[in-house]
Structures are given as C-alpha cells and as structure tokens.
C-alpha cells in the first residue's frame, strides 16, 4: 500500500520524505489555507520536493466551467499534479471531461459505495474515501473502503485506486492496508506515531545499556 502525505506543510512533507516512506502528497483547502502563501506557490514547491510521486491539488469552484477552468490551471503547474474534484454531479461531469483531455483526478470527498462507482466510471484516477468523518459520526469508515474494494474488483475496467483518507491513527493505516486500499494519505502527526512503539524504545535502551556495560564496539 502506498502512502501518502495528509499536509500542505512544506516542513513535514520535507521530514517525512527524508525519511523515505511517502510516495505522494494529498493537500485540501483547509490544509493550504492553513500555510499563509500563496496556493500556486505551495503548489509549486511541493511537486518540486516529490519528483514524479503525485500531488493533490484541489479546485474550489463547484459549477462546471469554474471547475473545468481551474483543474486545467491547477495541472498546468507541474507534471506531478493530480486535480481533486469534489464528489458532487458537477464534479462527476468534470471528471469525464478532464479523463478525455488526460487530466487526472482524486475525486475527494466520497462518503458512500455508490458515490465511489460513480467516480471510477467516470475515469477517477483516485477516489477518497473520508472514513475517519463517518467514524466521527457513528459510521464504520472502514467498512466504506471495504465495500469500494469490493466494488473496483469486480469489474476489469475499473481501475480507480482507493486513497484511504481522513485517517486519525495508526490502526486506520493497519485496517486499509489489510483491506487492500491502494493508499492511504496520512497526516504528520499519525505517520510519526505510527512509526513508534513503546516496547520497541525500552527494547533499544536494553540492547544499548548491554552493549556498553559488556565494554564492545563495531570499529
Ligand atoms: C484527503 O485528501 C483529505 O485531505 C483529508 O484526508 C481530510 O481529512 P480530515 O477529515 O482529517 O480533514
């Protein structure tokens, strides 16, 4: 499973890429407004940093010409660019026309089954499950990747991948890579405390406080 990172930070995404675990980058408006600089400019810099790897970047318009206008703007900035559409019929539309031009897309904010059949068949190259949103409101999220799983592997020609998204802790990442969601975009905070363990830190204190009471070293 790949993961992505949930961020328009450009101090995380650097961190995080050093540590050579992310293989793309989803932003939101919320995320970008949050950075206090220009979108392009952020934009920009983080396609930069991810090479080839994409990067999500959303529209804000909701009618189809503003949304046609500004996904073809948004990929114009860099080849790495993958335009998020919201999951709403304008947005469904747009995805049609923009697979025609070559543009592609994460079709965002998809919090049903249907809604995600809708996305693929229109040519989605991603589709973003919110689970973390559904739980918040007394859903089971992961049962939504499960059923999209489900749904994508029954028909050879549809072949969206599932960003698993809106995730909050480490047992969300567990639980999409055991349903087989293709990725899942994941916040800062929860990539770094995925990586952590407690018995894995009081294990390396013992291995290091052994070593160097037996008096060893490597050189
Ligand atoms: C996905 O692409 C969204 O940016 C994100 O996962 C939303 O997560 P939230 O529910 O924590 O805002």
């Not at 991810?50 to 073809?72: H, Y």
């Not at 539309?93 to 897309?105: M, S």
């Not at 229109?122 to 799983?149: C, K, N, W």
């Amino acid at each position: 499973m790949k993961i992505f990172l949930d961020t328009a930070n450009f101090e995380d995404i650097r961190t995080a890429n050093d540590w050579g675990v992310i293989d793309g980058v989803t932003t939101n408006p919320t995320l970008a407004g949050r950075e206090g600089r220009p979108f392009r400019e952020i934009v920009e810099e983080i396609c930069d940093v991810m090479g080839e790897r994409p990067v999500s970047a959303e529209v804000v318009a909701t009618d189809i010409e503003g949304m046609l206008k500004e996904a073809r703007e948004v990929s114009s900035w860099a080849s790495n660019v993958v335009v998020k559409i919201p999951l709403i019929p304008t947005g469904i539309q747009a995805i049609t026309i923009l697979y025609q031009e070559g543009i592609k897309v994460n079709c965002t904010l998809c919090f049903s089954p249907a809604q995600a059949l809708f996305a693929a068949k229109a040519g989605a190259t991603y589709v973003s499950p919110f689970i973390g949103r559904l739980d918040d409101i007394g859903h089971d999220g992961m049962e939504l990747v499960a059923q999209i799983r489900q749904i994508l592997d029954n028909y050879d020609n549809l072949d969206t991948q599932i960003i698993t998204s809106s995730v909050r802790h480490t047992r969300h990442i567990v639980r999409a890579a055991l349903l087989g969601s293709d990725v899942a975009t994941v916040p800062f905070k929860v990539l770094e405390k995925a990586f952590h363990h407690a018995l894995t830190d009081v294990g390396l204190q013992r291995f290091l406080n052994d070593w160097e009471e037996a008096g060893l070293s490597i050189f």
